[in-house]
């Protein structure tokens, strides 16, 4: 069985994002450029539910780590609601919304934990969303909610 079916978030493939939290996600990645931007998204009954911007400790437009202090406040305030930990959320200012080999490497600590990726590099602002599960990469449909 495939990560996507183990995961708070998604099932079948596909995870529900309501605008606001999409206009969330493109709205911190446009605030922090041209750094990466990363953040949590909380994930209850297989849709996500809410963002938690945290900073990037690297601030970097290469790369991104969670801020640790961030990190732990927002996982207690997810647990504290009774959700799960859904995605990481990160930006790529200047490339396209799929996971580069350091995310894929990064992937393998957050187990069953999607990836949501903002991209900068176009016009408009693409965010795109992926199962990484033992180094394989697979998209997952991001639908309206
Ligand atoms: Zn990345």
């Not at 183990?6 to 605030?31: E, F, K, N, T, Y």
């Not at 990064?106 to 934990?113: D, F, H, I, M, Q």
């Not at 903002?118 to 394989?136: K, Q």
């Amino acid at each position: 069985m495939s990560q996507v079916a183990h995961s708070a978030a998604a099932s079948l493939g596909q995870v529900r994002i309501s605008d606001r939290i999409r206009g969330d996600l493109v709205a911190h990645a446009r605030a922090d450029a041209p750094n990466e931007c990363c953040g949590m998204i909380a994930a209850a009954d297989g849709r996500l539910t809410s963002y938690f911007p945290a900073a990037n400790e690297f601030n970097s437009p290469m790369r991104f780590q969670i801020d640790s202090g961030d990190q732990l406040r927002i996982t207690n305030e997810i647990e504290a609601r009774g959700e799960a930990i859904g995605a990481i959320f990160h930006s790529h200012p200047n490339s396209e919304a799929y996971p580069s080999q350091t995310d894929v490497n990064l992937a393998r600590w957050w187990p069953g934990v999607l990836w949501l990726i903002c991209s900068l590099a176009e016009d408009e602002p693409v965010v795109r969303g992926f199962a990484i599960d033992d180094g394989r990469i697979e998209e997952v449909e991001l639908v309206g909610d």
